[in-house]
């Protein structure tokens, strides 16, 4: 069972002026829209969001089988996945819809060119600036550099007079994209803010509890993992790289189980093998996918079922324990069982097996390494003048080497796959 979290006294069931505050004020617009709808709307229409579709979700944008049968999923089909699956689970508990779909939107903009093996490198690559994490270069994002608002120079707040605030969201849109709401620390590998940006962030987290997400940040958590495990599972069965029939093998059956245990869930791994044999039960397991229409179907299906599955036992969880409308904010968690956790650790595991582990990706995770970290170095060698115009003058404004390596590691972060490629051929050349 999920753990449970004792009720609030007062639970907060509507969104007050504070929740819909933004950094920079803002003179409202068009007479029956939402605080909300216009921040989902600013998400939707930025650059940095289409940039997506050029980014790494589990393979590289454009691979396909040798069939060509299948265009697998990016960073932007993702999100618009986690999008819709945020919306409704959200809605159900209580939550504003565009609020959640915001957050979900938003919660991958901060990722770099080649998904984790890039952001891996360029965490390396600055060090000397305080690392990299995608969840902190997604507030900066929203916060700094989609340009969209500007505090004018005199006006604003502490640590915005005269710069760009980026999209200028809500203080609960900011918050709600806060996955990990607390600034870089020793021994803790992810963090939600650099220290460039911890005047906004105080800002966004004031009166919050220390360390504890918001509602609507839970939600578009969980719907994060319900769609990227779910949909890269159907990814994985569809292109043929995932034969379920293997699963027969007690050998391969093993090493998922391992898999799952090792990184996705701390849980044995005989919790973990019943949570396999729940979805293997199940009337919509895809057995014998053939890659005809009518499979697909099925496939198409097993999709559905899974994330209404995975959705139902949080709302249901989380309604039977803070009540029919649960509330915002703080005001309730979201209430996950354990045995939804651990099937949804056991379909990543079958999706990093048979399709990240492939041993014909090391070579180009290699490459794509060397890149990032090529890049960093030329792009600062050569800069101002060879950052993007956005950037130089954030470049020549900086105070030390520290700032002006997070403004190179700024938009190399930005980069697509194809670009950070083509950008590096041309710096090498």
Known sequence: MADRIRMPAQPQTAYGEDDRERWVPEPGKR???????????????????????????????????PDGRQVPRTRLTHSLECGQIGRELGKALGCDPDLVEAACLAHDLGHPPFGHTGEQALDLAAQACGGFEGNAQSLRLLTRLEPKTFAEAGTGPGGAHGRSVGLN???????????????????????????????????????????????????????DDVAYS??????????????????????????????????????PEDELAEALDRLLATEFWPKGFDAS?????????TTSELIG???????????????????????????????????????????AHYVMGRADLEDLRTRQRAIVTDLVAMLAAGAPAALDPAL???????????????????????LTDEAAIQLHRALDA
């Open 392 to 414: 130089r003058p954030d470049f020549e404004a900086a105070a030390d080497d520290a700032a002006r390596l997070r403004v190179v590691v700024d938009q190399v972060a930005s």
């Open 309 to 351: 599955r995975l959705c139902r036992a949080a709302e249901t969880e989380t309604r039977g324990f803070f009540g029919p409308v649960p509330g915002v904010r703080y005001a309730a968690d979201l209430l996950v069982p354990r045995e939804a956790r651990l099937e949804c650790a056991v379909l990543k595991a079958l999706t």
């Open 169 to 223: 969201l809500t203080r609960a849109g900011l918050d709600a994209v806060l996955k990990y709401p607390w600034p870089r620390r020793e021994g803790v590998r992810t963090y939600g803010v650099y220290a460039d940006d911890l005047a906004v962030f105080a800002w966004v987290r004031r009166d919050a509890p220390e360390g504890r997400r918001s509602l609507e940040a839970q939600v578009m958590d969980w719907s």
């Open 230 to 267: 779910v949909h890269d599972f159907e990814d994985a069965v569809y292109s043929g790289r995932l034969d379920l029939d293997r699963l027969g093998d007690p050998g391969e059956r093993a090493e998922v189980l391992a898999l799952a245990a090792r990184r996705y869930a701390l849980a």
């Open 293 to 301: 229409r009518r499979a697909q179907a099925r496939l198409k299906n």
């Open 31 to 65: 007479v029956g829209r939402t605080a909300f709808e216009r921040d989902r709307a600013r998400v939707l229409h930025s650059a940095t969001l289409r940039r997506l579709a050029g980014k790494t979700q589990v393979v590289v944008p454009g691979e396909s089988p």
